[in-house]
């Protein structure tokens, strides 16, 4: 079973950056899509963005050109690079491993739906 572990959350400031990473354990091999999601106190967990395993990514419009996803295959590690961060940012961020269910959206391929998910790491942005 596969096993995923973030950290990197902290407390920032507004227009910081942070970089959050999420260790993969217990994967036989091969590549699967990945992703990031978030949910703030009070709210429904809300996807951020998926990185599929031939390289395409997709991000959530609040925070396309701000965040970027990618992965290190060698080291089995899914990052999330945050820049120019806002207090609307400020959530749980946890990572999700091997799509269910992947749909096309006109040329874009998209995943919201997946089988691993890890247990997150507090992101906090003051203004």
């Known amino acids: 079973e596969v096993h995923l572990m973030e950290s990197g959350g902290d407390s920032v400031q507004a227009g910081g950056s942070l970089r959050l990473s999420c260790a993969i354990s217990?994967?036989?091999?091969?590549?699967?899509?990945m992703g990031w999601f978030r949910q703030a106190a009070g709210k429904e967990r809300e996807w951020v963005s998926t990185?599929?395993?031939?390289?395409?990514?997709n991000y959530a419009d609040s925070v396309k050109g701000r965040f970027t996803i990618s992965r290190d295959y060698a080291k089995n590690t899914l990052f999330l690079q945050m820049n120019n961060l806002k207090p609307e940012d400020t959530a749980m961020y946890s990572c999700?491993?091997?799509?269910?269910?992947?749909?096309?959206?006109?040329?874009?391929?998209?995943?919201?739906?997946?089988?691993?998910w890890g247990q997150g790491t507090q992101v906090t942005v003051s203004s």
């Open positions: 999700a491993a091997r799509c269910l269910k992947a749909y096309r959206t006109g040329p874009t391929m998209e995943c919201r739906d997946f089988a691993y």
């Open positions: 990185l599929f395993s031939d390289g395409n990514r």
């Open positions: 217990g994967y036989g091999g091969g590549k699967y899509a």
